[in-house]
Every structure is written in C-alpha cells, then in structure tokens.
C-alpha cells in the first residue's frame, strides 16, 4: 500500500479563497471589513517570518491588516495598554500577539488580557473552556488546519479511535477536544505513555505533536490509518546543512498508512488559513450572524 499524501498547501488554498469569497459577500452585505491586528515585540527572526506572511495573506483574502511592531525593551505594562486599545476598536476583529514574548512580559497574562470574542489563536482560558464544554468558540489555529486535513482524507471521523501524541495546550489538548467534537474515541499519549509503540498501533488517525524528529516509525501503525504530522524540526543533514522533517518516520510510514501529511506542506500552511477563517468568524459573530 501507498499512502495518500494529504497536500496541506493546496488544501490551505482552498481555506484562504473560501475565507476570501466570504469576506467579499460580508463587505457587500455590511460594509464591514474584518480587520486582523498583529502585535509583535522584539526581533525573533521566525516571528518576523511569520508576522509577514500573516500579513500578506490578511490583506490577500481582502482583510484590513494592522501590524504593531514593539521593541524587545517595550514594559509589560505597555503591551497591555495596546491590548487594551485593540479591544476597543470597532475595525479591529482579532488579535494575535505573537509568541514567544520577551522573558520580562507575562504571556499569560497578556493573552489572558485579550477579548475572548477578538482571540483568533483561541488561546484564552474562555474560549479553551468553551472548546471543552462543546460551545461555539474560536479554536486554536493549527488544531483546527489538522482536522480540516484529517478530513480531507476522510470526510466523517465519527467512531474512529484517534490517538494524539503530546498533550500540549497549543496542539495536543485542544486538537483531543475537536477530535472528541468529531465523535472520535480519543486517547492522548505523552512522554510518560507506556509503550507509546502499542498504543499508536491501535489508532485509525494518529496526530503527532511530539518535537521529536521521526519518532512515529512505519511499524507502529495500524495498515490504513490516517497520519497527521504537526511536529516541525530542523536536523542536519550528511552534506553539513540542515532540512526539516516532522515527528513521524515519512518514508517508512508512506507504505503503511493510508493518508499522510508530508513536512513541510502539510499542517504548516494550515494555520495562517485558519488564523483567516477565525478572524472572519469573529468578524461576523461581532456583527450578530452567528452564533
Ligand atoms: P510541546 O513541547 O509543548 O509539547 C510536546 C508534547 O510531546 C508534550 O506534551 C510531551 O508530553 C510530549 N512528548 C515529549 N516526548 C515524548 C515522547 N517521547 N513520547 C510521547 N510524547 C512525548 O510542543 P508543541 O508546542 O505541542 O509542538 C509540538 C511540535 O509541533 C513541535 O515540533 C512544534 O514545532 C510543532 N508545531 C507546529 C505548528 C505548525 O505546524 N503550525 C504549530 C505548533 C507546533
């Protein structure tokens, strides 16, 4: 057997123009155009990266784009004020605060001093507690581009037995919730999992949040079973360079699964697109049309 190789750039593609044409019929029906502020504090080159492609692909599916750039020295009580600021703004539907903050600001309590109803990382403790209780929310980014390509290979999850490997509350926590939301029968594997190996075995979808590079191997895998991979990590390579793989064996497990997200183009590009699709989900609840 050959894997279906679950394509997350053109998948993410078809978020970002579906969050696009939407966005196009809101403005023509309110006049409204969602607007996405990004906050960044200091100069950590993978943040820059990613606070410009949020960006350009913000202002690509026709949203107002508002950049706040601080210096690493900026108070904490600084930042707050300008949450504070965001808050307030009638043209301002979501806001993101990029992580990791320098280590004088409290993360928690900044993103904690954001509204719950403009959170579209969906990080604050309201919106975690909404997910759990099965209440409309905005959900975290890359869970969400996980289910959406788990999905893609097959369409109704119900009944399936998903194992998450990783129990963080960036990935791992939040993508048990919407897998549980998806009538999915859900186990969360961790660093302290006896025999991980057996576990994994049992799993219809396996999502691995790990860190780990190639930890999942071809053997711990059910025949069929979906792979979605959100692990990103940086190894060298034998000619002194470095690449990136993910936390599942690829090569191995292509011949053993029966869909799998590569790395990169798999889950990475689905979170600026699903950053986008909240962003308008709080745009249009904010404006009473949804619930
Ligand atoms: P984290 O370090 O916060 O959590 C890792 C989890 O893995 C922990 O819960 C830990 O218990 C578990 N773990 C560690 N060693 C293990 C082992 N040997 N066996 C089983 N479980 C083990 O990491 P995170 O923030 O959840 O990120 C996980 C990976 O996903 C990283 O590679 C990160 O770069 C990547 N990531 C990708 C995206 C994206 O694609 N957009 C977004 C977020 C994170």
Sequence with gaps: MTATIIDGKSIAEIVRADVAKRTAALKVKTGVTPGLAVVLVGADPASQVYVRNKHKQTLEVGMASFEHKLPDTTPEADLLALVAMLNARADVHGILVQLPLPKHIDSEKVLRAINPDKDVDGFHPVNVGRLSIGEPCLTPCTPSGCIILAKSAQPDLKGLDAVVIGRSTIVGKPVA??????????????????DLPSVVRRADLVIA???????????????????????????????????????????????VAGAITPVPGGVGPMTIACLLKNTLEATERSLGLTT
């Design 177 to 194: 919730q919407l897998l549980l939301r998806e009538d999915c029968t859900v186990t969360i594997a961790h660093s302290r999992t006896r």
């Design 209 to 255: 949040a790990v860190g780990r590079p190639e930890m999942v191997k071809g053997d711990w895998l059910k025949p069929g079973a979906i792979v979605i991979d959100v692990g990103i990590n940086r190894v060298p390579t034998a000619d002194g360079k470095t690449k990136l793989v993910g936390d599942v064996a690829f090569q191995e497990c292509l011949s």
